[in-house]
Structure formats: structure tokens, C-alpha cells
């Protein structure tokens, strides 16, 4: 079985919840004998030369700028897949999921995961908003098949277009705690810093955190961990923040990143929408305490082991960032039934089995 992957930045994962999405299902699927999958990426994104355990990576071009790099990109790509004539086309994202419909009509099974209502993202305009909010009736009807990481996500497509959508999550793996070494080139204390890591984009709520943080008399220092992502004027917002207690960080990879989750004395996602966000699923599976907007994609994730505040509500987030930093056995009890939590509820492997048997079914049903 022969699949195509559109719609992500490209792979190796270095930022982006899809990208670390596709990266981790990919390498999964084809450890089994009967998938090989062809990820198409963009040439900014993944390096030349790149393989990636046994996936292929299909360098692509695209037009880099903030409107035109995914469509220009998904057009190529969905082109070059229809000559490819691939049993399974998988495009990501709601945008991507308006070409869905054409790899079907050279013989090719399509699915679209939903990973987000991408028309609530803060940085687009008006008209990128409309366009995004038009892409829902395509993703829910001109795939084969659509896929949705939550059960949030999975209500909506039912009550708004009446699609009986697949719910497979994200996931996340079971990491080792590291020591800390490089992070102290960061001028950052173990167990002494309040960490966020995402993109910096304004539906992540930062703004919030930075406000709430800067009121709090603490020597703890805030760690924003994220870059931008055609974000400039919103993260220009947050540099005036700045200061030797609150720190805005580039983007961290590798171990550099599993040190700071593993040192972090807690965790804060402040965010006002989501789709299933893998960084609070990373974030419990280092055992970390973590202080979550009580939207309702992050209440489901985690509200059965972690503290939540009320979305865009300064005083609350201040208030209940202040009681974890006064009660640090508060911080160790969350963080003790987090691991938990993921482990029982959050695993890749069972998110690429459970896509690899949706695959599955459709080719049977091909034949």
C-alpha cells in the first residue's frame, strides 16, 4: 500500500503540532510490511539530502510567503500524487482538504485530518479567515474518509455538516527525564523557571501568560520557548514583556528541549483555540504539573490532571499561577498523575495502528 502525506511543513519535525503529527505516524507506518509512505515537504522546511527511517521525502517548492506557501506547495504536490497514481492520499490541515477530491478521480482512495479549526487562528486576515471557515465542507465531504484529533473537533463535524468523522488523537511518547546541562547556558535554573512552548502566534495566548506573569512577585522566571510563524507584529507585542524575567526563547529542539520540560517547575497553555495540542501532551509525559485554559479542547485532554484557569482571564491565570508557585506539593500531585494519564490515554503507536487500519479498510473496500 502506497501513501502520499500533503499538507505538512515536511519532516524531520522540528516545529509545528502537524509536522510532529506526520513525523511520528509515518515512521510508524512503515515499520509494517504492507505500507510505504512518501511525505512531501517543502525545501525551506526539510534539508536537502534527508532521509528519515525509511520514508521517503519528496522536496517540493513553494512560494514563501504567508498566503501562498501552502496552497502553492498542496497544488504541486496533490498534482505530482495524481501521477503517481498512490493507493491512499492523506492531506492534513482544512485548507489542504479542498484538493481531496482530486487524487480520487485517478483511482486513488483520499483522508483528511483535521488537526484544528485553522479560520479561529488570530493571524489571518478577513478574507483568509472566510476562505479557511469555506474548507470545512470539503474536508468533511470530498475525502473518502475524515479524521479528527478530538472529540471536540469530532461534535462539531457531526452537528455542522453531518460527517460521522474517525476520532484518532495526537499522541506522545513516554520520555526519559534529562539533567540539566544546556539549558543553563540559557540562564535557566532547575525547577526554578515557568515554562511555554509553542509557536508564537496570538491564539496561543501568550500575551496573557506575560501579563499574569509580570504581576506575580516571584523569582521564578517565565521561559517562552517558540518562534514565530508570519507572527512578527505579535511577537514585537511580547518582546515588550521582556525583561530578566520573562525571556523569549527561539525555537528548542532535541535535547535542549527534553531538558526543559524535564526541569520546568510547571507548565502553562494559555491558548484560546486548539485542535489536540502535542505540547500539553509532551508536557504531561515528562510528569509536569500544567496550567491550561479551560477551552474545551484542553479540558479534554487533561482536566482530570491538571489546573485550569478561565480563557483570557488575566486575574484568574494570575491567581492560579500564584497558588502553584505557593504550594509546590500541589505542582508534585499533578505532576505524579499526568504521566499516568498519558500513558493510559496517549500513545503514537496506537494512533498509527488505528490509522493504518483506517488505510486498510479503504483499500479492502477499493478492491
Known amino acids: 500500500m502506497r501513501v502520499a502525506m500533503i499538507g505538512q511543513k515536511g519532516i524531520p519535525a522540528t516545529y509545528g503540532g502537524i509536522e510532529r503529527h506526520v513525523?511520528?505516524?509515518?515512521?510508524?507506518?512503515?515499520?509494517?510490511?504492507?505500507?510505504?509512505v512518501d511525505v512531501?515537504?517543502?525545501l525551506y522546511y526539510t534539508p536537502a539530502g534527508a532521509s528519515y527511517h525509511g520514508v521517503k521525502l519528496l522536496r517540493r517548492p513553494s512560494i514563501h510567503t504567508k498566503h501562498l506557501d501552502a496552497i502553492t506547495h498542496v497544488t504541486w504536490a496533490t498534482l505530482?500524487?495524481?501521477?503517481?497514481?498512490?493507493?491512499?492520499?492523506?492531506?492534513?490541515?482544512?485548507?489542504?482538504?479542498?484538493?481531496s477530491g482530486l487524487p480520487r478521480l485517478t483511482g486513488s482512495k483520499t483522508v483528511v485530518t483535521v488537526h484544528g479549526l485553522d479560520w479561529q487562528r488570530e493571524k489571518w486576515g478577513k478574507f483568509a479567515r472566510w476562505?479557511?471557515?469555506?474548507?470545512?465542507?470539503?474536508?468533511?465531504?470530498l475525502p473518502d474518509r475524515t479524521i479528527v484529533v478530538s472529540k471536540t473537533l469530532r461534535q462539531h463535524f457531526q452537528e455542522a455538516h453531518h460527517c460521522d468523522a474517525a476520532f484518532i488523537p495526537n499522541g506522545t511518547n513516554l520520555p526519559q527525564p534529562r539533567a540539566a546541562k544546556k539549558i543553563l547556558q540559557l540562564g535557566l535554573t532547575p525547577n526554578k523557571y515557568v515554562l511555554f512552548v509553542g509557536r508564537l502566534v496570538p491564539e496561543k495566548g501568550v500575551h496573557y501568560l506575560c501579563e499574569a506573569f509580570s504581576q506575580i512577585?516571584?523569582?521564578m522566571t517565565l521561559a517562552l520557548v517558540g518562534g514565530l510563524s508570519f507572527s512578527q507584529g505579535y511577537v514585537d507585542i511580547l518582546k515588550k514583556y521582556e525583561s530578566d524575567r520573562i525571556r523569549l526563547l527561539d525555537y528548542v529542539f532535541g535535547e535542549s528541549l527534553e531538558e526543559l520540560w524535564s526541569n520546568a517547575y510547571c507548565v502553562v497553555q494559555p491558548s484560546t483555540m486548539e485542535g489536540l495540542?502535542?505540547?500539553?501532551?509532551?508536557?504531561?509525559?515528562?510528569?509536569?504539573?500544567?496550567?491550561?485554559?479551560?477551552?474545551?479542547?484542553?479540558?479534554?485532554v487533561a482536566e482530570e490532571c491538571s489546573m485550569h484557569f478561565k480563557s483570557k482571564n488575566v486575574a484568574d491565570l494570575k491567581a492560579k499561577l500564584e497558588r502553584l508557585i505557593r504550594e509546590p506539593e500541589l505542582v508534585r500531585s499533578f505532576g505524579d498523575r499526568a504521566r499516568k494519564h498519558i500513558l493510559q490515554h496517549y500513545s503514537w503507536d496506537t494512533v498509527a495502528e488505528s490509522t493504518a487500519d483506517l488505510y486498510r479498510n479503504l483499500v479492502e473496500h477499493k478492491q
Not at 513525523?23 to 505500507?35: A, F, G, P, T
Not at 505530482?80 to 492534513?92: G, K, L, P, Q
Open 23 to 36: 513525523d511520528e505516524i509515518s515512521r510508524r507506518l512503515v515499520q509494517q510490511q504492507d505500507i510505504e
Open 40 to 42: 512531501f515537504c517543502r
Open 80 to 99: 505530482e500524487s495524481m501521477m503517481r497514481h498512490y493507493d491512499i492520499v492523506h492531506f492534513h490541515a482544512l485548507g489542504p482538504a479542498l484538493f
Open 131 to 141: 476562505f479557511l471557515r469555506q474548507c470545512e465542507g470539503p474536508a468533511a465531504h
Open 217 to 219: 512577585d516571584t523569582d
Open 277 to 300: 495540542s502535542i505540547a500539553l501532551l509532551e508536557a504531561l509525559s515528562y510528569s509536569r504539573c500544567v496550567l491550561i485554559s479551560d477551552i474545551p479542547e484542553n479540558m479534554e
